[in-house]
């Protein structure tokens, strides 16, 4: 089965820089990795999502790449603000019914 | 549009004693599933269903029960609780059509303690 890991599991940034967080998947076959925020006591929450047939993805201050060759993907958040503070959760599956989820990264970001 | 709806969102029981934590959705999905969340271990399957009438386990299905015998409604069953068992249970729910496929929708959660 899939198996997803996920790096690191605390990032702390300044306001206003960059925010990486990476994720390694181990079954070939996944074709969709998404991304997950989830406040404090709340649901986690689709941000962005990549497609095996595409290898970069934007939607603002947010993106993903995909490089399908190493089995990793991760996410970018430029400008970050103290809003984006949350744990994020990588995710990568075939079906629904594989999918399997990194540890989470706890994000603070320091106003 | 309510989306997926969990009910209750907090409970406490006492070790050897039963509950079903309640999930429905309105939007007409043929896939859902039941996660629990853990301390640092993410998201971890415990069943899933693809539509009425069927159920199959996930990653961590000991000790919990499942059944979906409407599209819209798929309670978890907890027979005896264990202290193992505290945690917050999530409910999702995601179409299994083409286009919007593995897009998973999350409940509200609920918080469970087992003493």
């Known amino acids: 089965g899939e198996n997803v890991e996920q790096h690191p599991s605390t990032l702390s940034v300044q306001e206003g820089d960059s925010a990486v967080i990476k994720c390694t998947y181990s079954?070939?076959?996944?074709?969709?990795f998404p991304w997950y925020k989830q406040e404090l006591g709340k649901r986690p929450q689709l941000i962005i999502d990549i497609r095996s047939n595409v290898g970069e993805k934007k939607d603002q201050r947010i993106a993903v790449t995909l490089n399908k060759t190493a089995k990793h993907f991760s996410l970018h958040i430029t400008e970050t603000q103290p809003e984006d503070s949350a744990v994020y959760f990588c995710?990568?599956?075939?079906?629904?019914?594989?999918?399997?989820f990194g540890a989470g990264t706890r994000l603070t970001v320091k106003p | 549009n309510a989306g997926v709806t969990q009910t209750p969102k907090f409970q406490v029981l006492k070790t050897g004693q039963s509950m079903t934590l309640q999930c429905a959705q309105d939007m007409n999905h043929e896939y859902m599933s039941w996660y629990r969340q853990d301390p640092g271990m993410g998201l971890r399957l415990i069943h899933y269903s693809v539509g009425a009438g069927i159920t199959d386990q996930g990653e961590v299905p000991n000790g919990y029960n499942v059944s979906r015998s409407t599209t819209e409604d798929f309670p978890l069953r907890l027979l005896s609780a264990a202290p193992s068992q505290t945690s917050v249970y999530f409910c999702?729910?995601?179409?299994?059509?083409?286009?919007?496929?593995?897009?998973?929708?999350f409940g509200a959660g609920t918080r469970l303690s087992v003493l």
């Open positions: 079954d070939s076959a996944s074709n969709y």
């Open positions: 999702a729910s995601s179409s299994l059509g083409a286009g919007r496929r593995d897009i998973q929708y």
């Open positions: 995710a990568a599956c075939e079906t629904p019914m594989d999918m399997r």
